[in-house]
C-alpha cells in the first residue's frame, strides 16, 4: 500500500470488547454491531509523492481525543468529514514490512522510560550486598577493602559464597575505586 498511495490515513476507532476494560479507559465502545475493534484506513492516490517514495503515512486513535462512546466516535468522524483530515495525527515512520501504527511510547505525547526513571535497570538481591552496596563512597571503600585485608575465614563469612562466585576470586581482584558506580538500589524495598 505504500509503494501504490501517496498518502495513507489510519483512523483507529478500537472499540474491542472481547477483551474486557482497559486500565484509565471507561467503557470503550465499537462503532459497528461486532464485537472486534474497527479501523478505517483512507489510501489517497493523487501524485503528490515523488516517484519511488514511500506513502506518508498518519493514524488517528480515538483514545488519544478523548473518545470512547459510539456516539462521540460518530460524532468526530462526520466532524472531520467535510474536511477530508481529522486534526493531530501522528506521523508513522516504520519499515515497509511493519504494521501502519506507531511505535510503541516513541510518537504522540508520550515520555520515554528514560525520561522518566535516573536508573534502567535493578540488579537482584544477593547474600553479599551488604558487602558491595553503600551510599556513602568512603564507606563503601572501607568495606571492600577490610573484605581484601581480612583473614580467610572472616573474608569467607563477609562474601557468603554461592556456587557461582567464590571469596577467593573476588579476593584475588585487587580495589579499584574507579570500578565504584553509582545505582538505584531497590528504591520499593528500603
Not at 66 to 72: D, N, Q
Not at 115 to 134: H, I, P
Amino acid at each position: 500500500m505504500r509503494e501504490r498511495f501517496d498518502r495513507i490515513e489510519i483512523i483507529d476507532l478500537r472499540g474491542d470488547v472481547r477483551r474486557g476494560e482497559r486500565a484509565g479507559v471507561d467503557a470503550d465502545q465499537g462503532v459497528f454491531n461486532i464485537m472486534v475493534g474497527t479501523s478505517i484506513t483512507l489510501a489517497i492516490a493523487n501524485n503528490s509523492k515523488p516517484e519511488g517514495e514511500s506513502a506518508d503515512v498518519y493514524y488517528h486513535d480515538a483514545w488519544t481525543a478523548g473518545l470512547f462512546s459510539r456516539r462521540a466516535k460518530l460524532d468526530w468522524l462526520l466532524a472531520h468529514a467535510e474536511e477530508g483530515v481529522a486534526p493531530n495525527p501522528v506521523p508513522v515512520d516504520r519499515g515497509l514490512l511493519d504494521d501502519m501504527r506507531p511505535m510503541p511510547f516513541l510518537n504522540g505525547d508520550f515520555i520515554s522510560l528514560e525520561e522518566c526513571f535516573v536508573f534502567l535497570r535493578s540488579g537482584l538481591q544477593t547474600k553479599r550486598d551488604a558487602l558491595v552496596y553503600n551510599p556513602q563512597r568512603p564507606r563503601l571503600r572501607e568495606r571492600i577493602t577490610a573484605f581484601l585485608l581480612a583473614d580467610d575465614e572472616t573474608a569467607r563469612e563477609m562474601f557468603h559464597d554461592t556456587r557461582d562466585r567464590q571469596w577467593t576470586n573476588a579476593k584475588a581482584v585487587p580495589f579499584d575505586d574507579h570500578n565504584i558506580s553509582q545505582i538505584g538500589y531497590r528504591p520499593l524495598d528500603r
